[in-house]
């Protein structure tokens, strides 16, 4: 158990809806990041958010979008959903900012768009 | 721009047998390495890293990995497998001063029994 918590777990939809992936970090954690998986494109970053500010930004869909919270937890919002859209949405979760810090993973929300 | 590539998709190796998984990367400065593990239905599990001095680096579970300046590699080995190893292994690479972070289109180990 990492200690990430990632709800739902899975996800099913319809194209043009909007989805919030929620994210717990691990207990002391400040930095949360956001990840797609999909069979095409692998492993893809998104965003990273450190102690409630945007730190980076990956591959992020203008239609996506993320936040953290003062309770240091993260939802990532996907809007307008296309078929493509469907993957593996991972949330990790690492003490301080980046650098020399290792992520812990949660086990993932399944998003499935019909 | 910053790559990782593995060039192995799939790799079947018998219980017992050693393992060498492939990395090689492509950055202009010494970067940040990892190597990932991730078992079907989970997210991802840190194995080991290297960030400077000792290039050959342990990790959990009995592997270790050596980072080759020369060759641009942090190859993942282990010198006896075991069933519980199969699962998916993807090495990453993040510059040292970012956020950003890389990672391989991932090996799929099988373990023959």
């Known amino acids: 158990d990492s200690g990430v918590t990632q709800t739902p777990k899975h996800l099913i939809t319809a194209t043009g809806q909007r989805v919030t992936l929620r994210c717990s970090p691990r207990s002391g954690d400040l930095s949360v990041y956001w990840y797609q998986q999909s069979l095409d494109q692998g492993l893809q970053f998104l965003i990273h958010y450190y102690n409630g500010e945007e730190r980076a930004k990956g591959n992020i869909l203008e239609r996506f979008s993320a936040q953290q919270f003062p309770d240091l937890h993260s939802e990532l919002n996907l809007s307008s959903l296309e078929l493509g859209d469907s993957a593996l949405y991972f949330c990790?979760?690492?003490?301080?900012?980046?650098?020399?810090?290792?992520?812990?993973f949660g086990d993932g929300t399944r998003l499935s768009i019909l | 721009a910053q790559s990782v590539t593995q060039p192995d998709i799939h790799i079947t190796v018998s219980e017992g047998a050693s393992l060498e998984l492939r990395c090689n990367y492509s950055y202009g400065a010494t970067p940040y390495l990892f190597w990932y593990v991730q078992s079907p239905g989970q997210g991802l599990q840190l194995l080991l890293k290297y960030f400077s001095g000792d290039t050959l680096v342990q990790g959990i579970k009995g592997f270790e990995a050596e980072f080759k300046r020369s060759q641009s590699s942090f190859n993942l080995r282990k010198p006896s497998v075991h069933w519980s190893d199969a699962a998916e292994y993807f090495c990453a690479v993040a510059p040292s001063s970012a956020s950003k972070i890389i990672f391989g289109s991932g090996t799929r180990l099988s373990i023959r029994p």
């Open positions: 990790a979760s690492s003490a301080r900012d980046w650098g020399n810090q290792p992520q812990h």
